[in-house]
C-alpha cells in the first residue's frame, strides 16, 4: 500500500460507556442517520466493532470505527478480546485519534477505568492520541453555560482526565440530523488535526497496530491476485475496504487476523506478549 493512501485517511476510533451516544456522534460525523445504529433510549444496540466512511470535499477519507463496551468489566473476556482485535484489525495501520465520548449530565468512576484500561492495553503514549467529546450540548445551551463552566464544577477527577488529554474537549448535539450540527462535527475534526500536527502527523502506532497491518498486508496481496484471476481490477483502497467489511461482519477472517497476528507479534515486551496470548487464547 502507498504512503499516500494513508495520508488520505483520517481514521477515528470511539470509544465510552454504553449509553454516551458513540454511534450517534459516528452518524453526525458521517453526515449520516443510517451509518451506524443509534437508540435515544440509551440501550447498546452495537454489539461488535464496526466500520463507515465519508469521502469529504477535501479529497480525504473520514474512517470512523464505531466500538461497543469494549472496557465494560461486565462483558466476558472472550467477547472483549474478540472485538478488540476487530477494532485493532478495523483501525489498521493506526487511527489518528480516540474519541473518547461522555455524557455531558454523567461522569461515573466507570468511565475513569475505562480510559484505564485503554492506557493498559494500548500504553500511556495512547493518551496523546484522545480528545473527550461530550454529547447532548443542549442540556449546556438550556442552563446557558459553556463547557469550560461546566467542568469547572465537575468532580476533580473530571478535571483530571482533561488535563491528561491534553486539554482537548469539545461538545456536540447529536439529537438532531446530521448536516444540522456542522459547528460542532467541524470542531471535533479540528481538534484531530490538532492531534495530528502534536503528534509530527502520524497516527497511533504501537505493537499490536504494526502486527495487525503486517497481516493486512498479506491479506490485501492475496486478495488482490485472487481478483485478478477472475479479471475484476479494484483500485487498492477498494481490496482493503473489501477485506474491512469481511472483518466487520465475519468471525471467521477475524480468527485468521488474530492467529496471523499472533504469528507476527514479536515486536514488543513480555507483558504485552502475555495479553496478546490471553487474547488468542479466547478465540480458539
Not at 182 to 201: C, P, R, T
Request: overall charge neutral.
Amino acid at each position: 500500500m502507498t504512503v499516500a493512501f494513508y495520508f488520505s485517511e483520517i481514521r477515528l476510533v470511539l470509544v465510552g460507556k454504553t449509553g454516551r451516544g458513540k454511534s450517534a456522534l459516528g452518524n453526525s460525523l458521517l453526515r449520516s442517520q443510517h451509518s451506524f445504529r443509534s437508540s435515544a433510549s440509551g440501550e447498546s444496540v452495537t454489539s461488535k466493532c464496526s466500520i463507515n466512511h465519508l469521502d469529504m470535499q477535501n479529497g480525504k477519507r473520514l474512517v470512523v470505527v464505531d466500538t461497543p463496551g469494549l472496557f465494560d468489566t461486565r462483558v466476558s473476556n472472550a467477547k472483549t478480546s474478540k472485538e478488540l482485535v476487530r477494532c485493532i484489525t478495523l483501525a489498521s495501520p493506526g487511527p489518528h485519534a480516540f474519541l473518547f465520548v461522555l455524557s455531558i449530565d454523567r461522569f461515573t468512576r466507570e468511565e475513569l477505568d475505562t480510559i484505564e484500561h485503554l492506557q493498559e492495553l494500548f500504553g500511556g503514549d495512547v493518551m496523546n492520541f484522545v480528545i473527550v467529546v461530550f454529547t447532548y450540548k443542549d442540556l449546556l445551551e438550556y442552563e446557558d453555560i459553556t463547557i469550560e463552566e461546566h467542568i469547572q464544577s465537575s468532580p476533580q477527577g473530571l478535571q483530571n482526565l482533561i488535563h491528561r488529554c491534553g486539554g482537548r474537549m469539545t461538545t456536540i448535539n447529536n439529537r438532531i440530523a446530521p448536516g444540522s450540527n456542522e459547528g460542532d462535527v467541524n470542531a471535533i475534526l479540528g481538534l484531530v488535526e490538532q492531534v495530528k500536527l502534536s503528534n509530527g502527523g502520524n497516527y497511533y502506532t504501537e505493537a499490536m497496530f504494526e502486527a495487525a497491518e503486517e497481516v493486512f498486508q498479506t491479506k490485501l496481496e492475496e486478495l488482490k491476485a485472487q481478483l485478478t484471476r477472475q479479471g475484476i481490477h479494484l483500485r487498492e483502497y477498494e481490496v482493503r475496504e473489501k477485506i474491512r467489511r469481511e472483518i466487520e461482519e465475519n468471525d471467521g477472517i477475524l480468527v485468521t487476523f488474530a492467529k496471523g497476528i499472533e504469528k507476527t507479534y514479536d515486536k514488543t515486551c513480555k507483558a504485552l506478549k502475555d495479553k496478546w496470548n490471553k487474547i488468542i487464547s479466547t478465540l480458539k
